[in-house]
């Protein structure tokens, strides 16, 4: 009986391991890549409306995009939030018995992902549903409720990506000591800083 139960836990166990690790991969693939074109892409409202709404025409007009974006881009995400948040509700956290900057990051990774996936919900509804061109971006961030948002939005959608990139190579087993994990700390954080920067030129963009 013992021997069943012990080979029910390895199973278990592995099941997870796999889970964790495909979860992990897609928040780089495709998940990761499509947030950093999406933000590139949207640069090009600092050319003016016409040339943003232009890029986002010629975008539409791709051949079968909305079956490219339902098994690239929607699926994933679907996977990822779901089991996301399945680790948001039997996650423990001990930050206030250890307040290491680690046990933050680990509440705010929770805290960034339920609030992206929120942002991620109205945004492509309202995009889908509503203008999905300059005028739609400039009307949801003309209040200061749409404009803090967004900022809200786009800052805590970059730290969930840098710092489950940061996760990503731990899971991978690509930093496996101190050092190596100290400097892709560092890396990872000049990530987040750049593309804080390229997502907030790009919202100034719409102002």
Known sequence: MSNEVSLRRTESGSYHFLIR??????????????????????????????????????MQSVPGIFLIEIIVIFVPIIFHAVYGSWVVYTGQ????????????FYII?????IYTLIFVIIHVLALRFGEANF??????????????FYVLGIVLAIFHFTNGLWAFAITWGITVGPRAQQIWTYACFAVFVLMT?????????FM
């Open 21 to 58: 690790r495909v979860h992990s991969l897609l928040g780089l693939l495709p998940i990761g890549i499509f947030l950093i074109f999406h933000m590139f892409l949207n640069l090009s409202a600092r050319f003016g409306p016409e040339q943003y709404d232009k890029v986002i025409q010629t």
């Open 93 to 104: 956290s001990n930050v206030l018995r250890y307040q290491y900057a680690r046990n933050w």
């Open 109 to 113: 990774q929770r805290i960034s992902g």
């Open 135 to 148: 005028a739609g971006m400039q009307n949801a961030i003309a209040n200061p409720w749409g404009l803090i």
């Open 197 to 205: 920067v390229i997502g907030l030129l790009d919202l100034t963009s």
